[in-house]
C-alpha cells in the first residue's frame, strides 16, 4: 500500500459508529485495522484517513461536539450525487446542500460541485466533483 504524505488521524468517540458511516453510508475502504487499539485506516478512491477511538493519547485538549472546528476534509468523487442520496436516505442532514463553485489556480478555473456533511463527531466532510 502506497501511504500519502499527509493522511489525517480523527479521533473518535465509538469506532463502530464511525466505521459504519465511513464504511457502509459513504463507501469507503477499511484498508486495515488494529482492533486492540480501537484503530481503522481507511480510504477513498485515493483519499486516506485514520479512525482512532479517544483514549487520551495526542489530546491537546477538551474534545467537545462538534470535532475538527476550523478544518474540513476535501474529498474528490466521481458519483457526488449517488453519495449525496445514499447519506440522505441513511438519515444524515447535508451540513451544506449541493452548489457550484469555481476555485482559481494561477491561471486556471476549476469548477466544481460540491456538499459538505459531517461525520458522527462533526468532522466537516466536502464532497467535490468536477464539472467537465
Not at 484498508?31 to 485506516?41: G, Q, S
Not at 444524515?92 to 458522527?120: G, M, T, W
Request: charged residues 25%.
Amino acid at each position: 500500500m502506497k501511504f500519502n504524505l499527509l493522511i489525517p488521524e480523527l479521533s473518535v468517540k465509538n469506532l463502530d459508529v464511525s466505521k459504519k458511516f465511513y464504511l457502509e453510508i459513504l463507501g469507503f475502504t477499511l484498508e486495515y485495522e488494529r482492533v486492540e487499539d480501537n484503530f481503522a485506516f481507511i480510504s477513498y478512491d485515493g483519499a486516506q484517513i485514520m479512525l482512532e477511538q479517544i483514549n487520551g493519547n495526542w489530546v491537546t485538549g477538551d474534545l467537545a461536539y462538534p470535532f475538527g472546528r476550523g478544518v474540513n476534509f476535501q474529498i474528490k468523487t466521481d458519483y457526488l450525487d449517488v453519495l449525496r442520496e445514499k447519506i440522505i436516505m441513511n438519515g444524515y442532514q447535508l451540513f451544506k446542500n449541493v452548489y457550484e463553485a469555481s476555485y482559481r489556480e494561477c491561471d486556471i478555473v476549476h469548477k466544481v460541485k460540491e456538499f459538505l456533511v459531517q461525520d458522527p463527531d462533526g468532522y466537516l466532510l466536502r464532497f467535490s466533483q468536477m464539472i467537465r
